[in-house]
Structure formats: C-alpha cells, structure tokens
C-alpha cells in the first residue's frame, strides 16, 4: 500500500508564512509527479503547484515547491500568506508501487490553512 501524508498546516496571520510537507510511504517503485492542491469552502479544488515550475497565477512569487527524492518528500514553502489562500491543502502524487509497477494517483488526506488575523 502507498500513503500520503501531509504536515505543517495551521492558523496564521495575513502576511505571515507556513511550510507544507507531504511524505510518501509504504512499497513504492517509483513516484512521477508530486504536487499540491487546495479547495476552499464551497469552491472546486484547484491547483497549487505542481513539478518544479508550474504554479498556479495566485500563488506565483510568493509560494514555492520543492521535493526531497531520497525522503519521497514535497514541500510547499508558502509566504506572504492572504485570507484567500485559506484552504484545505493536499498533496498529490503519481506512483508505480512494487505490487504491479502501473502508475496511480494518489492523495493525501488534506491540512487545513487558516489565514486570518
């Protein structure tokens, strides 16, 4: 079995920064693409970042992907934080795992990101 688990979200004030972590676990043979997703209430999930360059216009310049391959770990070092980034955060992860080697997508279970003074 293959896991996503996410950490690092929370209460912050507008201006202020958080760093989301996503660790992938359990028999896995390779992981392609890892990125983030958030969904704010009542609004459809959307992309955050995904690779290593592609981020959505909203969060351009201020928020930045990373990954730690030997830790099958993505980061998402998220600044100058507003209102409207509040939302559940999750992390995506394509995986081949040793059962069958066939690429899945797989999901965290989501953070919550309060941004608000």
């Known amino acids: 079995q293959v896991q996503l688990v996410e950490s690092g979200g929370g209460l912050v004030q507008p201006g202020g920064s958080l760093r989301l972590s996503c660790a992938a676990s359990g028999s896995i043979f390779r992981i392609n693409a890892m990125g983030w997703y958030r969904q704010a209430p009542g609004k459809q999930r959307e992309l955050v970042a995904t690779g290593s360059t592609n981020y959505a216009d909203s969060v351009k310049g201020r928020f930045t992907i990373s990954r730690d391959n030997a830790k099958n770990t993505v980061y998402l070092q998220m600044n100058s934080l507003k209102p409207e980034d509040t939302a559940v955060y999750y992390c995506?992860?394509?995986?081949?795992?040793?059962?069958?080697?066939?690429?899945?997508?797989?999901w965290g279970q989501g953070t919550q990101v309060t941004v608000s003074s």
């Open positions: 995506n992860a394509d995986i081949a795992s040793y059962s069958d080697y066939r690429v899945r997508s797989y």
